[in-house]
């Protein structure tokens, strides 16, 4: 059986959903669709790619730790509080 990784899956389906624009300078623009101000900016294509991964992963981070609302992606919402059992459960 393959483990599962929800912050890793989610980075993922988060790149898949990415959208690259050339620009006239022959340089690269990269942008996440449902992640406001996740953009980033490159040379090349793979150098946009790296430093938009770089800030979409900044960007979540910081979202999940000021626990702002992060936009469900591939189906993977970690918006959901955590279930909590009593410590006299175990």
């Known amino acids: ?3 599962n990784f929800i912050l890793t899956d989610y980075v993922q389906q988060a790149m ?3 959208v690259y624009d050339k620009l006239d300078d022959n340089t690269f623009a990269g942008r996440i669709p449902p992640c406001p101000g996740v ?3 490159g040379p090349s294509l793979r ?3 790296h430093e938009l991964r770089s800030t979409f992963e900044e960007w979540l981070v ?5 626990r702002h609302y992060l936009p469900v992606i591939g189906g ?4 959901h509080e955590p279930a909590r059992e ?3 459960a175990l």
């Open 1 to 3: 059986m393959t483990p």
């Open 47 to 49: 150098t946009c790619e």
């Open 86 to 88: 009593p410590v006299d």
């Open 62 to 66: 910081l979202g999940l730790k000021l």
């Open 39 to 41: 953009v980033a900016f």
């Open 16 to 18: 898949a959903e990415a």
């Open 76 to 79: 993977i919402d970690l918006n």
